[in-house]
């Protein structure tokens, strides 16, 4: 077996390490949900009253909700290990470090993804915008990619903190500002379907940021344990 067969395959278990946990406790899942759906009733019942046209603010409200909920799930990942007093095993496990960073973003992902996928019938509901459209889809996958990237990184530096509830989206929501504004330009053309040009200079962006962090996450999360 190659390297890399291997290198997978412990990525892969990592990852299910987790899915396996949250299917027996959906803690994480339901919180995440429930959190997402609340907040776009709640933004729906505010813009009725004040804006003439839903597809104004559909695309703002779904990547600011989507931004907000992923703290909640990325919080859990590294601080669910710490609260299980597991973290200590994990890391003396015969693994690679960057196989934990890469198992972690694959199950946030997937818990991210699976959020987003319930989320969108719901601003469907509230907004009566439909945003099950190839182009809003991709670029959904692209910026979640990029927001896991750096919200695993950025849970595991925060995760021994006694204030990590209020540390992580300090330090992560700022760094999160290029996907948001790609995310929110990108949702709000394709819902517009004007000016579908600009479609693929959003995209560029996406993509460059993800490979950017995805990268200097790899390079740096090592060092995040070096004295551990």
Known sequence: MTGLMVFLRKVWWIAWKDLRTE???????TTMLAFSALAVVVMGLAFD?????????????????VLFTGVLGLNRSFGAEVDR???SALL???V?????????????????LVTEMLLLPVILIIFDVNLFLPQILLGLLLGTIGYVSVGTLFAALSASSRTRESLLPVLLLPVMIPVFVAGVGLTANVIDARNLSSLGR??????AYDLIFITLSFLLFDLIWEDG
Do not use: Q, T
């Open 49 to 65: 009253l004040r804006v003439p046209k839903s597809e104004m603010v559909a695309p703002g409200v779904l990547w600011v909700v």
């Open 92 to 94: 003396l496990a015969p």
């Open 85 to 87: 007093g597991s973290l």
């Open 202 to 207: 959003w995209f560029s962006l996406l993509i």
């Open 96 to 112: 690679d470090r960057s196989a934990i960073y890469f198992g972690k973003l694959l199950a946030n992902l997937v818990f991210i």
């Open 23 to 29: 299917l027996r406790s959906r803690e994480i899942f």
